[in-house]
């Protein structure tokens, strides 16, 4: 049989998750939105304080991402079995893993930050900020495993639903424990940590009751893991190791990104932060259209058709352009306007405006490499995509480095790194899908 990778199909496995994206980033551009009318120092923090607590949950994340590449091979191979038991014995590790990420959160975020952040007022806020937020890293990774699950076996619908609850339960709460509204009590930074807490606790509990109503857990064994398997534990976490930490790199990188951007001044960080909030917005359908990849990528080889990764790839890259040209276009109609949601402050907004001109232009890079990136890892050689990561991540950080120290360059020059990253990562995953030998090892243990 022949599998399908119309343009249609496709974006039936992508637009569930890009439907998720939307609810998902409604929580960050509620969140950056509510603390831009606080002020500039929580503006800052949340940036900071949040970027920290991801870069611990790109762990799970990767951990995530591997399974999903075995549980869709699984899935195109029909063997609904090993799938289940992949997604039992993943929570061997997962469960530990959030619970040492919280722990080293406890214990390490103040000498830590203390040490990377040289404003006063910032450092103490970022801490209030986490003192909150660590709680929400067991619902997170239980979000990461389901989400998972979900999108090997190509039904994402749900996720979208449980991503609607997550966004509605946060701009609630957003609005009440930020302000003091809704006889709630008024926290402020910490208010928007609690909520972002709250909404992931909801969103975990709504995506196990589906599994369960649906009977899932039946179908494929997901809570059976049996008798402790340590050749199928080692197979998973020798594939998903090199995501975890590419991810783990990837964005702490990024946070050390956003620490060279706090040494320009607490207004280039309050920038920074606003424009950070609207590329994720410009993400939204890269990251859909990603998972559709990685996943698809591993569908076809389960299936033994390595001659239509290529083609199928290449749709989905002109999918992904599509969408990010949709967003830029209604971008451009009023940027100021764009801007004016998170903040009045009219210094903020004029500072904003080219910065925003400027992740326009390497948006569609970003997602032509991206796209291209999770082919790679779609092919199961998580090994090769850590050192294609690396290489794009080491020459992004020297570039910013160099802007900053040698240079003292701007805030708006320093975002052009952006374009960079795109470029260099676009060129390098091509070039492996091209001429590399993944064709030659096609098969998952």
Known sequence: MKPDISHKRIWSIAYPIILG??????????????????????????????????????????????MQIIMSRRFGEGNTRELGRTFAHGNYFMLPLALASF??????????????????????????????????????????????????????????????????VNIILDYGLIFGKLGLPAMGLQGAALASVIAEMTAVAYLAADVLLRKYHIKYPLFKAGKFDKQLFGGNLNLAAPIMLQNFLSLGVWFAFFLLIEKLGEQALAISNIIRSIYIVFMIPIWGFASAANSMVSYLLG???????????????????????????????????L?????????????SLPVLYIIMLGAPFFASGIILFNGVMGTGKTNVSFVIEVITLGLYLIYVYV???????????????????????????????????????????
């Open 339 to 351: 801007i004016r949601l998170y903040t009045n402050d009219d210094a903020l907004i004029a500072g």
């Open 403 to 445: 802007l900053v120290s040698q240079f003292d360059a701007g805030v708006v020059m320093v975002w052009t790194s952006e374009i960079l990253y795109g470029m260099v990562l676009t060129s390098i995953s091509l070039s492996y899908l091209r001429y590399g030998k993944w064709k030659k090892t096609m098969q998952i243990q």
């Open 21 to 66: 994206s939307v609810a998902q980033n409604v929580i960050n551009v509620t969140d950056t939105a509510f603390l831009g009318h606080v002020g500039e120092i929580e503006l800052g923090a949340s940036a900071l304080g949040g970027m920290f607590y991801f870069v611990l949950i790109m762990l799970g994340l990767g951990f995530g991402t591997g």
């Open 303 to 337: 299936m033994r058709q390595d001659q239509l990764v290529m083609t199928l790839i290449r749709r989905i890259i002109n999918l992904t352009l599509l969408g990010v040209a949709l967003l830029i276009a209604i971008s451009l109609i009023s940027p100021s306007l």
């Open 103 to 168: 722990i080293f959160m406890l214990f390490f975020a103040r000498p830590i930050l203390n040490v990377v952040i040289q404003s006063e007022n910032i450092f103490r806020a970022s801490l209030s900020f986490i003192e909150y937020r660590m709680f929400g890293i067991f619902f997170a990774f239980g979000q990461v495993m389901f989400r998972a699950f979900y999108v090997s076996i190509a039904s994402t619908r749900v996720i979208t639903w449980s991503t609607v609850v997550m966004a509605v």
